[in-house]
């Protein structure tokens, strides 16, 4: 008898502590914590201000710290080191020692965000309570410290690649000197802004070979004369601003992502912050993985692919942004066909010449593409926390399609702008897609 219970004993106990050890692993290879990192990465985004450049550089080593601490997840997938530009190889886990890889990741992310915020106080505290939830998952404490003391090995050679891609340099560049021609970009109202990121084309690329890589060809000649194909674009977008229907204003408005948005009453002005369009992407990558209930290995990369195309996009565009110095829609309006008219969206500090958000939609539709497949059906719920709503689209190029020509419904572009910038972002994307591998090749 006392045989058959002490039997019965252990039995409980090997399957009360089976249970355990399928409960951490199912806690600690859910995706859950890597998407709510990276919200809060979007969120100290959004709080501390990074213009959209700045914005897509974080999020691009961010991604890169949990994809390659994540990666493992998955024996398929392959370390980025010696593809991207000047990372070299990525320390690597201990072989035969167990980790949890969620866990590993989420830690990568969050340790590497550090370096690169300024409200760093809340970041930690979000941080605690994610470890702590990590505990609670019944994670043994071996297990538990040498995935976190990965993800920081991780992070650490993240930030030391980043402090080599000529950031920091960049900050004591000169600013952008206000040209007096005509057919130059002039600061637009209501804060008259100084140009953002005029040197950003300096920024080391991430796999792109180089800022100009992608070159386009050059805007529409500048005319004032009313006969003049420039003149007829700029009249286009005077008359759809002036003509928008309900849905065109929807569409600018759900794709406006102007990350600082200046808000004037009487003699009072104060900002409104509001998602990047690199941090809408980002958070379209986590409603696909969620509809696509993506295991973790399929979820960091989806990150990096999306984080990598929006980081290069950037960086392409803003190289042609300011060799083309092209006038924004709202100051030639005002000075050549009525002066009282105002876009529906507030023009962004920077040259018009090719539109930012269309570059960097397409590349990163394009790495989504390359990563869910085409023809993916989601809804975007991105906006919904900025009162905005919900949109559904057929596939990632159907919403990048809607992000572009939101610019011109928005009265912030030239039609030219958002189809040359979807072309650029495409190249951006389709290159990077075939040339960054994650996965083993066959």
């Known amino acids: 008898m006392k045989a058959k219970i002490g039997f019965v004993a252990i039995l409980i106990l090997l399957t009360t502590c089976s249970k355990q050890t399928n409960n951490y692993k199912r806690v600690t290879e859910d995706p859950v914590f890597i998407h709510r990192s990276i ?60 980790y949890a890889w969620g866990l590993a990741a989420t830690q990568a992310v969050l340790a590497t965000v550090k370096a690169f915020i300024f409200t760093e106080a809340v970041l930690l505290d979000f941080h605690e309570d994610i470890l702590q939830e990590y505990r609670q998952a019944g994670i043994p404490q071996d297990v538990f410290d040498r995935s976190v003391a990965y993800g920081n090995k991780v992070a650490a ?6 402090s080599k891609d000529n ?10 000197s206000i040209q007096q021609s005509p057919s130059t970009w002039k600061p637009t109202p209501p804060a008259y802004m100084d140009a953002v990121e005029p040197h950003w084309n300096k920024i080391r ?5 180089s800022a100009s890589q992608f070159r386009c060809s050059p805007p529409p000649a500048f005319s004032q004369n009313k006969n003049s ?25 759900f794709w406006d992502c102007n990350p600082f948005v200046m808000n004037v009453r009487g003699h009072v002005m104060y900002a409104t912050k509001k998602i990047s369009p690199g941090g809408h992407w980002m958070n379209i990558v986590r409603v696909a993985s969620k509809t696509a209930n993506a295991k973790l290995g399929t979820v960091v990369e989806a990150y990096v692919y999306t984080a990598l195309c929006l980081a290069d996009g950037f960086i392409a565009c803003w190289d042609e ?32 010449y090719i539109s930012g958000h269309s570059v960097i939609s397409a590349a990163a539709a394009t790495g989504l593409t390359h990563v869910f497949g085409d023809n993916f059906a989601f809804t975007d719920s991105t906006e919904v926390e900025f009162r905005l709503g919900v949109r559904s689209f057929k596939s990632f190029n159907d919403a990048s ?22 072309a650029m972002g495409t190249a951006v994307g389709t290159f990077i897609s075939a040339n960054i591998h994650t996965r083993r090749q066959q």
């Open 321 to 352: 942004k300011y060799r083309s110095l092209l006038v924004r829609p709202e100051t030639f309006i005002n000075e050549n066909i009525d002066p009282n008219w105002t876009p529906l969206l507030q023009t962004p500090p920077f040259p018009e």
């Open 401 to 422: 399609g809607e992000a572009a020509v939101s610019r011109l419904y928005g009265g912030i572009h030239y039609r030219q702008a958002c189809e040359v910038g979807t």
């Open 205 to 209: 690329t991430f796999a792109i070979d």
């Open 167 to 176: 950031y920091k340099q960049s900050r004591s560049f000169p600013k952008y």
């Open 229 to 253: 194909e420039f003149f007829k674009i700029a009249k286009e977008v005077y008359d759809v601003g002036k003509n928008l229907s309900e849905e065109q204003e929807g569409i600018a408005r």
């Open 39 to 98: 919200k809060t990465v979007t969120d100290r985004i959004v709080h501390d201000i990074f213009s959209p450049p700045v914005a897509s550089r974080i999020y691009a080593y961010v991604s890169v710290a949990g994809y390659e601490a994540g990666r493992h997840a998955d024996p398929n997938l392959v370390s980025l080191g010696g593809q991207l530009n000047g990372l070299a190889d990525v320390p690597q886990p201990e072989t035969q020692a167990e």
């Open 157 to 162: 050679h993240i930030i030391a690649w980043s």
